[in-house]
């Protein structure tokens, strides 16, 4: 079976830092670009960061340059995000993606809540 499972989400206060994982079970994701979106309540999901199959290209969305570290190791087919100096607007579902031979696989998403 065909599936991407994100884990690390929780509550963190302004300030804090989580780290989130994302594992793909029934492909091998090294040749793929991997991403990481997120979904505020009543906002469309938006594209938060990017990477390679060989970590060549990465991008991120301006809210989160100079905060945010995605990375992955193929071998454990797990891709993951480091979140630093969390605000409250960073909370959000938290979902991982990526293609497999054309189509879209999507995680069930992880909680990220930012609130003192």
């Known amino acids: 079976q065909v599936q991407l499972v994100e884990s690390g989400g929780g509550l963190v206060q302004p300030g804090g830092s989580l780290r989130l994982s994302c594992r793909a079970s029934?492909?091998?994701?090294?040749?793929?670009?991997m991403n990481w979106y997120r979904q505020a309540p009543g906002k469309e999901r938006e594209l938060v960061a990017s990477i390679s199959g060989g970590s060549q290209y990465i991008d991120y969305a301006d809210s989160v340059k100079g905060r945010f570290t995605i990375s992955r190791d193929n071998p454990k087919s797990t891709v993951y995000l480091q979140m630093n100096n969390l605000k409250p607007e960073d909370t959000a579902v938290y979902y991982c993606n990526g293609k497999r031979l054309g189509v879209d696989v999507w995680g069930q998403g992880t909680q990220v809540t930012v609130s003192s």
């Open positions: 029934g492909w091998f994701i090294g040749a793929s670009g």
